[in-house]
Structures are given as C-alpha cells and as structure tokens.
C-alpha cells in the first residue's frame, strides 16, 4: 500500500487525462473500454517500476516476468499474485477485442520491447561488471545516478529510442487499434510508426518538464540531462558533485539541450502528420493534433508529475 499510495491521485488524474485525450477516434462507448484496458496496463507497468526502483534486482524482476507468464506458484507472494493476476486479465481483456487476431503479433512485440526497456534500464544501473556477480545482480548504490547518466550518454540515439519504461504511448495505440471498425493489415505498418513518433514526443514532453526536479535526488535519468552530457555541455564531474545543485541546474538551462529536444518533438510530429495523412483512415482524425495539447499539459505541470 505505501508504494501505491506514493504515486498520488494527481498522477493517476494526469494519466487517465492523457489517455482520454490522445485516443483514435472511436465511439464513446468503446474509448471507455479501452482506456479502461490501457490503465490496467499502465497499472502493470507501475508494479514492474518499483521492482526496479525499489529492488534493484534482476533476480526479482525476473520472477515477476516468470509470475506474468505463469511460472511461479499462486502464492508465491502478494506481489507476485498482483503481477499474475493483473497480467491474465489485461490478456484476457485484450483477446476479446474485435481486432486482436490481426494484431496479436503486434502486441505480443510491443509487450516484448516492454519488458526489455525495464531490462536496459536496470543494465544502465547496475554495475554488471562486478566480480563474482551475474549481470545485472550488482546493487544500484554501487552505480550511482551519475554513472547511469554516462552509460546512457554513450549510447544516446539507443537510449532516445528505446525509451525506458515509458512504451504507454505506443500501446495505447495499438490497444484503440483493436476496437477501429474496418482495420486492414496494410494499415498497421504505418500507424506503428506513427505510434512510435508520438511515443517518442511524449517522453522528449516528459524529459524536458521534469529533470529539474529530479537533480536534488541523484535521478540523471531524463533524456535532457543525458543529451546535455552526450554534447559536452555538462561534464561527468558536474553530475557527480551532487551538493552543487543549482549550479549544475544552471549549467542545463543555459545550454541547448532544452531548445534541441523539442526540435527533436517537431520534427517528430511533422513526420507523424504526414504518415497519419498518407494512410487515411478516420480513427486517425486529429489523433497526432492532440499531442501538441499533452505537450501544453506537461509544460504546465512542470515539476509536479
């Protein structure tokens, strides 16, 4: 109940809120149902979050994936049975869907991807090069949020499209997919693709509006501060000197890295737009539009969520 209870009403307002907004167009009836199902699964994705957060173990995050696919014993834990049980009714609700043969395998890899953008992350944080240790097994304290930063700087362009723990958005269209009257296979490879630009703009949306209030805590995680540190405007030794805060805050909001990420949104955008045109189909209506209000939204929830 505590880890539950720490993610607060406004979060869970401002999720639910996004999701309404950044719907396909459906009936009013069926959006209900699918959002429904997009915050069971987002539910999901909180559960794994703090495994990691809190844990910071593979081993245990391992059995939480065995517990999803039904290895480990009923009672193995509460935790466990939460992950269990929640994951066989998003299954069971996604099966039932008009559309889900079709997109079955589209799922199954965006499920896939999920699970190992929670895998890269801890590989960010864990020191797996330890002796005597298997990988990932290292506790995070001996990795602290600088070295993740560096990790992540190195590996930039991978780290900007895998996107660690934050596929909600790609998802989400694939679940209102399943409810869109009249979907064609040749539809799907071009709503993907748009998927994945309106993901990747919600996370630039996320990195540019909440870094700031992660610094006192030691959280390099946003995407800004790993840009910033990729191009040279912020050093590893300015990370690492954690008691100087504000200068470092400074540091970050005099350089590019800011202006940079919501080009990077831009551009996204326009080449969603045109995707969304070319295919024409009418769950599309307004659809990438919207994201210029989840933007709106997220700028002026700065340092709340």
Not at 32 to 58: G, M, P, Q, W, Y
């Amino acid at each position: 109940p505590d880890i539950y209870e720490r993610r607060t009403n406004y979060l869970w307002k401002w999720v639910q809120c996004a999701f309404q907004i950044t719907s396909l167009k459906l009936a009013d009836e069926t959006m209900h149902t699918s959002n429904v199902l997009k915050c069971h699964s987002a539910f999901l994705t909180i559960l794994l979050d703090d495994i990691c957060d809190n844990a910071r173990s593979e081993v245990i995050f391992e059995r939480a994936v065995q517990a999803m696919q039904g290895e480990l014993p009923d009672d193995d834990s509460d935790l466990y049975d939460m992950i269990r049980d929640v994951w066989r009714m998003v299954q069971q609700e996604l099966q039932a869907t008009p559309n889900y043969r079709l997109l079955k395998p589209y799922l199954e890899a965006a499920y896939g991807q999920w699970l190992d953008s929670f895998r890269y992350s801890l590989h960010l944080a864990l020191d797996n090069g330890a002796a005597n240790q298997t990988p990932f097994a290292q506790a995070y304290a001996t990795a602290p949020g600088y070295l993740v930063a560096a990790r992540a700087a190195a590996d930039w362009q991978r780290y900007l499209h895998v996107i660690p723990h934050t596929i909600h958005v790609y998802l989400s269209g694939l679940i209102d997919l399943l409810f869109v009257p009249g979907l064609q296979p040749e539809h799907i490879k071009p709503l993907t693709q748009i998927f994945l630009l309106t993901q990747q703009m919600s996370q630039i949306g996320n990195w540019v509006t909440t870094w700031e209030r992660e610094l006192p805590h030691g959280d390099f995680s946003s995407g800004l501060v790993i840009y910033a540190l990729a191009r040279g405007w912020v050093q590893l030794e300015d990370l690492a000197a954690r008691a100087d805060v504000a200068r470092l805050a400074a540091a970050l909001r005099a350089c590019p890295a800011r202006d940079d990420l919501l080009k990077l949104w831009s551009d996204a955008r326009a080449q969603a737009a045109a995707l969304a045109e070319a295919t024409r189909l009418p769950a599309l209506a307004g659809y990438v539009d919207r994201f210029s209000t989840i933007l709106h939204m997220q700028l002026a929830s700065e340092g709340l969520t």
